[in-house]
């Protein structure tokens, strides 16, 4: 039996930033993983080079049913703060777009740097360690883990939520917040691309791996960025975004020339290139396969001159206002993350503090706050990660 100040469970990028603080603070640390390797979603993220922030992070940026929850440790520790820690340890980054920060080389760079900020405070990480039952005692909490049971006066649950199973996702955050008295808000896929019904599927089929800057929305939440069509159905960063907002049976639309009133655009051309095919025409703003296909679906073609005014209507609400309902998501296999879980009612903002169970902790992915697609979901891993570690 051994005895530590904080058990973390979860080696990913909030459990290993809480560690850190906690380190600093002369804290003795373990950190329980349960697959082989540390960081598994950070190793993959970004493409590989990840996305580790966002230089514009707000708390706009994320969903949550009680959204003041993420303001105050976002506030305390903000992209800059990590950007400083990047720097000092001398890794070289770029910003992609709209904020978004990825390293130059490969995402084990960071990595390797949380893992020295680890070793430097002697923090002790277990991989291939399964916790077989968890015990509240009158202070702190015994921990059953097969051979070297622990004990710690505070336990940070920092296991993610459910996304990505075959990379050690477990949903068991939610199965300990549950045990403790703690609510749970239902976890769902999020960020995930969309599944269609067959016959959608077939047209979609003809367009698969072509891409189109669109305006994609759902109410009043609307996202302009690529969208990518998929031998699947849709996918690219503005159909994940809106991934998070969508609930089954409803509906989203897109505008595959946002910014542009195609009405008026056809209506001009009919009247300048009278003699232009309505299939070339659209390829002049859309790609070519697109164009062909919003032809055959709305089956209207030929010559402009040779078009009504409402079948053009008709063209053009086919491209600015398309409403299509996804048949559902490719689920958790491929999500990026989960929003829901562990509802942050029963949470203190500041501490990360269960107000039930004294000495508990839940951080990063496993609570109910989800960010936007950008680097905003690893700003909250280390945010929550951080403002637990100046307490535990
Ligand atoms: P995380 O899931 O990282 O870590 C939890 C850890 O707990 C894991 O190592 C897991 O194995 C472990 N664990 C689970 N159950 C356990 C148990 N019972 N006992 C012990 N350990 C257990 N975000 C972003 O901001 N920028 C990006 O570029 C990307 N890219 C990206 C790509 C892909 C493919 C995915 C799937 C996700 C992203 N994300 C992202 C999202 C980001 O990876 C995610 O939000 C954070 O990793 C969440 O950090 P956590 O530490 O909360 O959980």
Known sequence: MTDFDVVIIGAGAAGLMCAIEAGKRGRKVLVIESTDTIAGKIRISGGGRCNFTNRDTNPKNFLSQNPHFCISALRRYTPADFIAL???????????????????GKSLQIIDMLVRECEAVNVEIRTATHIEDIQKLDVGFKLYLGRDDVTCTALVVACGGKSIPKMGAT????????????????PEPALVPFTFQNEQLEKFKSLAGVSVEAEVRHGKTRFAEAILFTHRGLSGPAILQISSYWQPGED?????????????????????????????????????RVAQFIC???????????????????????????????????GFRTAEVTRGGVDTRGISSKSFESEIIPGLYFIGEVLDVTGHLGGYNFQWAWASGHAAGQVV
């Open 296 to 330: 055959s679906e709305t089956m209207v073609n030929g010559r402009l001159a040779d078009l009504s005014h409402q079948k053009l209507l008709a063209v053009a609400a086919h491209i600015n206002t398309w409403t299509i309902r996804p048949n559902g998501t490719e």
């Open 86 to 104: 990047v720097e000092q340890h001398g890794i070289a980054y770029h910003e992609k777009k709209l904020g978004q920060l990825f390293c130059d």
């Open 171 to 186: 949903g068991f955050g939610y199965q300990m917040a549950r045990q403790f008295g703690h609510d749970i808000i239902p």
């Open 252 to 288: 989203i639309t897109l505008d595959l020339a946002p910014g542009q009133d195609m009405a008026a655009y056809l209506t001009d051309l009919k009247k300048s290139q009278p003699k232009l095919e309505l299939h070339n025409a659209l390829a002049q703003v859309l790609p070519r």
